[in-house]
């Protein structure tokens, strides 16, 4: 498997990456904080509302299947394996900073890990996505979790974490993610993506205080996960609400919100106890531009914007305090390369230097064409 990994390894136009074979060899130490110091900044700094060199710009799922790098993997390795053994997640991990001048990586892994580590099966089935066959069917069902030991069982990502940190060598900085409750709830309800909700919503109707438990079991874990990456390495951390869009304002406001935001101020409140450094939490709900005002006051240091907001629009509502990151059209990525950078340039312009991170709306699908995602790159460093 050594072999077929290094293959992977082609040879890199970035320099300065260390090569997989010192991590692995152990000529880098896979633990501990002594990291590299950090080159490239802005994100961080964009994130905390201090002056950039540059607007930074990264891509959600950037390390995903418009890469036939990554398909490569992929078709020798089942998703969870890549996620769970540290080497091949970096592997992906490192693929898209080998190719374009992002301002910051995200480790490789996906938010149904917590599920995973509570003891209910996901599966990864290509060209269907991810599959729970034993979802949570009743209240009753919420016995089958086993919440001791969970963060022994997610180790692998912060191993990953640590690994991510020395491979990079202080180039960028690297996020750590989890999926946000609610759209947790989702998926272990429904058994897999819905386009819905339905059954999660019909929980939510029908077992209201099943579904309170059950969404503060989930900001639990969440919020031990996240100190797991943070602990391990993650500079910057994204909360996925990608589930928000099922949910009516007032929904979001009882349902979502509230937990985010324990999430949030539990994480600050452990920082402290824990003498950790804070790190930059950005929140991104997609589908809830409704309710930007009340994202703002939970006091995550960003909010991630999907694409159905106008960018001046979106800092009228946050005000000044808060950093915004997004919101191309994920589809734009199909417009041809003029059209696309001008788009891209537009938008720069519109949010500013101050307080911004570039990015799409929501995740790159997996058609676009590579070299998009040159233009938007650069076109994004051009525009200011
Ligand atoms: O951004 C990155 O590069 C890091 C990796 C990452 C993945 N999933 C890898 C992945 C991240 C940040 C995620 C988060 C994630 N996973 C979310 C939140 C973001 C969003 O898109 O809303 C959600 C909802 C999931 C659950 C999930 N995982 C779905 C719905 C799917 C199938 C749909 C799809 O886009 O493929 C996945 C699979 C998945 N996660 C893939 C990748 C690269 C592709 C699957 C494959 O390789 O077979």
Avoid at 2 to 11: Q, V, W
Avoid at 63 to 90: I, M, N, S, W
Avoid at 339 to 352: I, N, Q
Wanted: one cysteine or more.
């Amino acid at each position: 498997m050594f072999i077929t990994l290094m293959l992977f390894l082609c040879t890199s136009p970035v320099p300065h990456l260390v090569a997989l074979e010192e991590v692995t060899s152990g000529k880098v130490t896979t633990s501990g904080d002594d990291f590299p110091p950090l080159k490239n900044d802005n994100v961080l700094r964009a994130a905390r509302g201090e002056p950039v060199d540059r607007v930074p710009v990264w891509v959600m799922r950037q390390a995903g299947r418009y890469l036939p790098e990554f398909q490569a993997v992929r078709a020798k390795h089942d998703f969870f394996e890549v996620c769970r053994t540290p080497e091949l997640a970096c592997e992906v991990t490192m693929q898209p900073l080998r190719r374009f001048d992002l301002d910051a990586s995200i480790i490789f892994s996906d938010i149904l890990v917590i599920p995973q580590a509570l003891g209910i099966t996901v599966e990864m089935k290509p060209g269907v996505g991810p599959v729970l066959p034993e979802p949570l069917v009743g209240p009753a069902d919420l016995e089958r979790l086993n919440q001791t030991g969970t963060m022994d069982r997610l180790k692998y990502v912060g191993d990953a974490i640590t690994m991510m940190r020395h491979m990079l060598e202080g180039r960028i900085p690297l996020y750590g993610f989890t999926g946000a409750p609610w759209t947790l709830m989702g998926y272990m309800i429904e058994g897999g993506g819905s386009k819905t909700m339905s059954k999660a919503k019909g929980w939510l109707a029908d077992h209201p205080e099943a579904s309170h438990k059950l969404l503060n079991i989930l900001t639990d874990q969440v919020i031990e996960y996240l100190l797991l990456q943070v602990r391990a390495g993650a500079q910057i951390l994204q909360v996925f609400e990608s589930s928000a869009e099922h949910l009516s304002k007032e929904q979001y406001l009882t349902v979502a919100l509230p937990y985010l935001k324990r999430i949030r101020d539990d994480l600050h409140r452990r920082f402290a106890e824990e003498g950790i450094t804070p790190v930059p939490l950005t929140l991104f709900s997609k589908g809830a531009m409704h309710s930007l005002p009340e994202q703002a006051a939970t006091g995550y240091d960003v909010i991630g914007l999907d694409w159905t907001i106008d960018p001046e629009e979106a800092r009228r509502l946050v005000g000044p305090n808060v950093t915004l990151q997004g919101n191309l059209d994920p589809q734009d990525m199909y417009k041809p390369k003029e059209e696309l950078r001008e788009l891209v340039l537009t938008m720069v312009r519109k949010f500013g230097k101050h307080r911004y991170i570039a990015n799409l709306g929501h995740g790159i699908t997996p058609q676009t064409p590579i070299e998009s995602m040159e233009v938007l790159v650069q076109a994004v460093h051009d525009a200011l």
